[in-house]
């Protein structure tokens, strides 16, 4: 009795769970089937209220949190994968938490005579959706039903340059280059170039940044998805919020 009572209690649950798997299976399979797109802080006020009490969470300019930085934002310009201009602004913004971080590095790699200097940091979110509808591969580009640590201003694309030149460490590919030449294990590469890529790595974890394996140059802040909303504002209304401060 004691067994078949047991039976009959697992029944029902075990019931479900195939219930629900075969329910997952065909939401998933199911061409028409369209998953929820993430929460998106589009607005002004709404972004207001997300940050209200939390410093860490504010959107900083990072020339002015590191006065030193070099910043050439490749989607200002054709010279990207997408060979179109995705930002009429030249200004990097992150979030203070990423921004104090990344001022740190700058300040390590100074004590070798040499800085950093970024490619992209904050994106907005319809940006990422354009580049989606180019590269429709996770280990590149950001899938929007997932969104972007650069839709968080919790990533960061950079290298290394001189400070007395300003001209950039050799590094093993040019920045987007989707190729294994470009992933952190490619190690057919000339030993300059592999010490360079390492000297990257070691100051951005050393301050806080997790690498993506797939791309040398980017760098985010740990469980950014968890402590930031995606974020779709313009680099304008992010001028005037940081001018109000």
């Known amino acids: 009795m004691r067994h078949e009572s047991r039976v009959n209690f697992l029944f029902p649950t075990f019931l479900v769970v195939i219930t629900f798997s075969h329910f997952a299976f065909l939401s998933y399979s199911n061409p028409f089937y369209k998953p929820k797109q993430p929460p998106v802080i589009n607005n002004v ?19 002015k949190i590191i006065t030193q930085a070099v910043v050439q934002l490749k989607y200002a310009e054709k010279n990207n994968f997408t060979g179109t201009v995705l930002y009429t602004d030249t200004t990097a913004f992150l979030r203070y938490s990423a921004a104090i971080a990344l001022k740190n590095v700058n ?16 994106r907005p979110y319809s940006v990422t959706k354009k580049m989606w509808n180019l590269v429709h591969d996770e280990r590149y580009a950001a899938n929007p039903l997932k969104g972007s640590g650069h839709n968080r201003g919790a990533a960061v694309d950079v290298t290394i340059v001189k400070k007395s030149s300003n001209e950039e460490l050799e590094m093993p590919t040019p920045f ?38 797939t791309e040398w140059w980017h760098y985010s802040l740990p469980k950014a998805s968890e402590r930031y909303e995606l974020l779709d504002l313009s680099f304008e209304q992010l001028k005037q919020l940081t001018s109000e401060k």
């Open 45 to 63: 006020r709404t972004y207001k209220l997300s940050i209200k009490g939390d410093s860490t969470k504010w959107m900083v300019l990072v020339q």
């Open 107 to 122: 300040d390590d790699l100074a004590l070798l005579g040499l800085g950093i200097k970024v490619f992209d940091a904050y």
């Open 176 to 213: 987007d280059d989707f190729t294994e030449k470009a992933h952190h294990n490619y190690m057919s590469l000339p030993k300059q170039v592999l010490e360079n890529r390492s000297l990257l790595r070691n100051v951005m974890v050393k301050n806080g940044f997790v690498a993506l394996e």
